[in-house]
């Protein structure tokens, strides 16, 4: 059993202050398959230090030499792209289409922060001005355990295209993916302080780099109530914030929807990274006509094409849940649900057949109200809730009577559904199954967050703009 004992500050893999060892389980097995050392406070202290001393450098770095660095980094961690798959199929459990993706995600988020930069224009002529983007400052980089390799990596990627040197804060649940990821990292060869990455609980190494006033920024993914957490942390230095957090997405069916073709893309969305995914599309909402027929089509399509298991296995579409815990707080939703009045259609408590580990029962309610928590509150598993509406206006209604507004879905003609999509509170809304655009902006309305991420939105986000007045023109 292998024991990850180093952190990273000031371009050196260091012993941690802290003395913690944490374990790392196998989500399909249960088994523990290794121990990570966590970081404290002080490691945290040690490596905003190391930041803020790298920071004056990078500042004055060339945007020519910023896409060096992006490229350099692109390279070594596309040598261990494979390494990496097998660090999430091992740690994770996500299926092995998914693992594949997330570890070319990983290397594919810094030559597309370089495309965005290659792009961006640092300095611009405003009126009689100049407008100078500059480096925010130090950054705080916080991510979460469902794709903890290509957050690192994004979040990462656009900070240093900025020009601002990081303190990275992974899941400590994801420690073996974070080993990969930093190896490649060390072999790009940035100046030493530019990123440095402390495995550590929230509470012990996230406060600290929140609270610090030597941190400027901090971009965060995960649950809403760390996300506030955060931003009160935060308010002493007025830092800037972006938040990415949770999600209860609403997937509209309309009623002229071909559902042979609209079914796929309802599970597709709803099941994303076997439910744990904050823009997973769990609420749908379909017309009270159509509600019969594509129950009975949901129904057979989960029971007959959705496949629980082995996520080594090319077949499995669902995988385990990252862990004990998370795996019982789905277990408390789904008993919740049938307390609450729903009727189960499909799945249910407790395991899959012949299967061990953090695997669920992919599980669908129908006769769900929108006041219901299994409607309100972010499960963060494969569990999707039918709910009927009346018209166009109840789905719109219903769609946007939620605290949430990351992600939304609507199938259907396609005129229609573009003009509910305009009226949807989201951040983000797919219209009949479109794909991911990497430079688009993301993030979420209301409480799934602040502000926003990839493209030039999210470059933006680690710049701060300085007006020149009285300067001799261009």
């Known amino acids: 059993m292998r024991t990850i004992e180093h952190i990273y500050i000031d371009g050196r893999f260091v012993v941690p202050h802290g003395r913690e060892l944490f374990d790392l389980h196998n989500p399909a097995t249960g088994e523990v398959i290794g121990r990570v050392r966590l970081g404290d406070g002080d490691d945290a202290r040690a490596a905003i230090a190391a930041a803020k001393r790298a920071l004056p450098q990078m500042t004055r770095t060339t945007k020519a030499e910023r896409l060096q660095m992006l490229e350099a980094l692109h390279a070594a961690m596309r040598k261990r792209v494979e390494e990496l798959r097998e660090a999430v199929l091992e740690e994770y459990g996500a299926p092995i289409s998914r693992s594949v993706w997330m570890a070319d995600y990983a290397a594919v988020s ?11 224009p640092l300095e611009r002529e405003i009126g009689s001005a100049r407008v100078v983007m500059e480096p925010v400052g130090v950054a705080g980089l916080i991510t979460p355990w469902n794709s903890n390799a290509g957050f690192i990596c994004n979040k990462l990627a656009y900070a240093i295209a900025a020009g601002c040197t ?10 073996t993916q974070t080993e990969v990821v930093l190896r490649a ?6 100046p030493a302080g530019v990123y440095n990455v402390i495995n550590g609980h929230g509470a012990d190494v996230g406060a600290a780099i929140a609270a610090h ?4 920024k901090i971009s965060f993914t995960g649950s809403t109530a760390v996300g506030k957490a955060i931003v009160q942390a935060s308010a002493d230095s007025l830092k800037r914030v972006t938040l990415e957090l949770g999600g209860k997405s609403p997937t509209i069916i309309l009623d002229d929807a071909d559902l042979d073709a609209v079914i796929p893309g309802v599970i597709e969305a709803g099941l994303l990274n076997s439910g744990q995914a904050c823009i997973a599309g769990t609420r749908l909402l379909v017309s009270e006509t159509l509600r019969p027929e594509f129950e009975v089509r949901l129904e057979a399509a989960i029971e007959t094409r959705v496949k629980v298991g082995d996520p080594r296995d090319p077949s499995t579409t669902v995988g385990p849940m990252v862990s004990q815990l998370q795996w019982e ?18 799945g249910g408590e407790g395991r899959p057949e012949r299967l061990g580990g953090y695997f669920v029962r992919p599980t669908v309610f129908t006769n769900v109200r929108n006041d219901m928590r299994i409607a309100r509150e972010e499960i963060f598993g494969p569990v999707l809730s039918i709910l009927s509406y009346r018209d166009e206006d109840d789905a719109v209604a219903i769609a946007n009577d939620t605290t949430y507004g990351l992600s939304a879905y609507v199938f259907g003609d396609q005129a229609r559904a573009e003009r509910i999509a305009a009226r949807l509170e989201s951040g983000r809304v797919v219209i009949n199954g479109a794909a991911h655009e990497p430079l688009a902006p993301f993030g979420g309305m209301k409480q799934s967050g602040l502000g926003r991420e990839n493209g030039p939105f999210g470059l933006e986000a680690y710049l701060e703009p300085k007006t020149l007045l009285g300067v001799s023109p261009a």
Not at 166 to 175: L, N, Q
Not at 185 to 190: F, K, V
Request: cysteine-free; charged content about 25%.
């Open 185 to 190: 990292l060390h072999e790009a060869g940035l």
């Open 166 to 175: 990081a303190v990275v804060k992974p899941s400590e649940m994801s420690a």
């Open 329 to 346: 707080r789905v277990q408390r939703y789904i008993r919740l649900g049938l307390e609450e009045g729903a009727r189960l259609l499909t």
């Open 213 to 216: 006033p030597d941190v400027a």
């Open 110 to 120: 810094f030559m597309t922060a370089a495309r965005v930069l290659a792009d961006y």
